[in-house]
């Protein structure tokens, strides 16, 4: 089994920034992705950004976050962070770490283990 444990939301103005990050404990394992969804309240998880662990951690995003938002990894791998500048309204939600063996995902139901996740909202 992983573990993992987000953590890092919080309240912050419109053109802020938060980091959040997902540690992942447990069975972790060498080849697989990592990957932020977010949950906006009476909407569906939407796939914001992924990383990988091997060849130097390929990144991927959603197209609403690209040059805002930042993914990586830390702590020897085990720790994926996602940097989030000029936020806006829009970015509020509940933000959950998923992981999965393989490749990034976009889809949800493809990941095999989840956060239990951390709020994120952002005033206009």
């Known amino acids: 089994q992983v573990q993992l444990v987000e953590s890092g939301g919080g309240l912050v103005q419109a053109g802020g920034s938060l980091r959040l990050s997902c540690a992942a404990s447990g069975r972790t394992f060498s080849s697989n992705a990592m990957g932020w969804f977010r949950q906006a309240p009476g909407k569906e998880h939407v796939f914001v950004a992924g990383?990988?662990?091997?060849?130097?951690?390929?990144?991927d995003y959603a197209y609403f976050v690209k040059s805002r938002f930042t993914i990586f990894r830390a702590n020897g791998k085990n720790t994926a962070v996602l940097q989030m500048n000029s936020l806006k309204p829009e970015d509020t939600g509940v933000y959950y770490c998923?992981?999965?063996?393989?490749?990034?995902?976009?889809?949800?139901?493809?990941?095999?283990?989840w956060g239990q996740g951390t709020q994120v909202t952002v005033s206009s």
């Open positions: 990383i990988t662990t091997w060849s130097g951690g390929s990144t």
């Open positions: 998923a992981a999965r063996y393989g490749s990034i995902r976009y889809d949800r139901y493809e990941y095999n283990y």
